[in-house]
């Protein structure tokens, strides 16, 4: 059973940073690609879909970040401990969401996936409030 665990959501004041976490089981880590995605509240009512904030390959050579977080936030994994990273820095409150990490496997070493109804596999979530 596929199992992936997020931590390290909590309230952050503006320009603060945090470390999401994901640890997963169940799978063959260093076979998946792994995204992070996050909805803000009430979006969901609205249908819609989550924004997928930043992405990485299953080798970890190749990432993705959405345009709005670009220079602050930094995904990364550590196929050892089958777990992916969000580092994320200079928040906004505008970033106040539930973030989730998903995985689906990776077809090369390379590639990565930004849509969220290409995943196979979703956390829990985690939520990070920033305030102003």
């Known amino acids: 059973q596929v199992q992936l665990v997020e931590s390290g959501g909590e309230l952050a004041q503006a320009g603060g940073s945090l470390r999401l976490s994901c640890a997963a089981s169940?799978?063959?880590?260093?076979?998946?690609?792994m995204g992070w995605f996050r909805q803000a509240p009430g979006k969901e009512r609205l249908g819609k879909e989550r924004e997928c904030v930043a992405a990485i390959s299953k080798s970890g050579s190749d990432t993705y970040y959405t345009n709005s977080v670009k220079g602050r936030f930094t995904i990364s994994r550590d196929n050892a401990k089958n777990t992916v990273y969000l580092q994320m820095n200079s928040l906004k409150p505008e970033e106040t969401a539930v973030y989730y990490c998903?995985?689906?496997?990776?077809?090369?070493?390379?590639?990565?996936?930004?849509?969220?109804?290409?995943?196979?596999?979703w956390g829990q979530g985690t939520q990070v409030t920033v305030s102003s």
């Open positions: 998903a995985a689906r496997t990776g077809i090369t070493t390379r590639d990565y996936y930004y849509t969220s109804g290409s995943y196979s596999y």
């Open positions: 169940g799978l063959t880590f260093s076979r998946y690609a």
